[in-house]
């Protein structure tokens, strides 16, 4: 398994609450993606980054925030959370050299009531 | 732009049998990486398979292996001895230097007893 790690694994929360989805990876990987999947669905990729200070947005327009301080962090924010934010969100990593392997971390199901 | 289809959104194959799952893509570039990745049911994304478009040979990993159609832009996979642990979501990938990957919407595969 790849080392690459997301927290919380599943998330519930209130209309207008303030969220942070967690991504860390163990690989040294420069770049890291944000893919947006409702169940059984297509990816969407929503934000990327391909090392530290440098974020760009994906083709799937989002209303989440990321930063990249670290090499190994990419942290994903909403600031006000909203039902049509309820998905999954997953975290991915690849080596500088865009022809390599993305591993996955394992989701965060997110739940906005 | 680049586009990756997978024309078949689900699939059935009776356990031990072969099946055969279609990618085709849209691409003006010679040098490029495609991928097939492995999503089970509420578990992480994983690479199957990967070919370089400069190979010839097909690649091939163990049950796994790819006719790949470099003319017909043309990706498929084959599963050999289809087992239970098979069944998932299967993403067809590709991507061009360090340009962002780009993915298919996906096909289900169901493993029948």
């Known amino acids: 398994e790849a080392d690459i790690y997301q927290t919380p694994r599943y998330l519930v929360i209130g209309t207008g609450k303030k969220i942070t989805l967690e991504c860390s990876q163990t690989m040294g990987h420069d770049k890291m993606y944000w893919y947006q999947q409702d169940p059984g669905m297509e990816l969407h990729l929503i934000h990327y980054s391909y090392g530290v200070n440098s974020t760009e947005k994906g083709d799937l327009s989002s209303e989440s925030t990321v930063s990249r301080i670290r090499t190994e962090h990419f942290p994903l924010t909403l600031e006000s959370a909203r039902p049509s934010h309820t998905s999954q969100y997953l975290c991915a990593s690849s080596e500088f050299r865009g022809t390599d392997t993305q591993y996955f971390g394992p989701g965060t199901r997110l739940t906005v009531l | 732009a680049q586009t990756v289809t997978q024309s078949q959104p689900e699939m059935s194959v009776q356990e031990a049998e072969t099946v055969t799952l279609s990618c085709t893509y849209d691409?003006?570039?010679?040098?490029?990486?495609l991928f097939w990745y492995k999503q089970p049911p509420s578990r992480q994304m994983i690479l199957v398979i990967r070919?370089?478009?400069?190979?010839?040979q097909n690649a091939t990993e163990n049950r796994f292996s790819v006719n790949f159609q470099k003319a017909a832009k043309s990706f498929s996979l084959k599963i050999s001895d289809s087992q239970l642990g098979d069944a998932a979501m299967y993403f067809c990938a590709y991507i061009y230097r360090d340009d962002k990957i780009i993915f298919g919407k996906g096909t289900r595969l169901h493993i029948l007893p």
């Open positions: 070919q370089e478009a400069y190979k010839q």
């Open positions: 691409t003006s570039e010679s040098d490029y990486y």
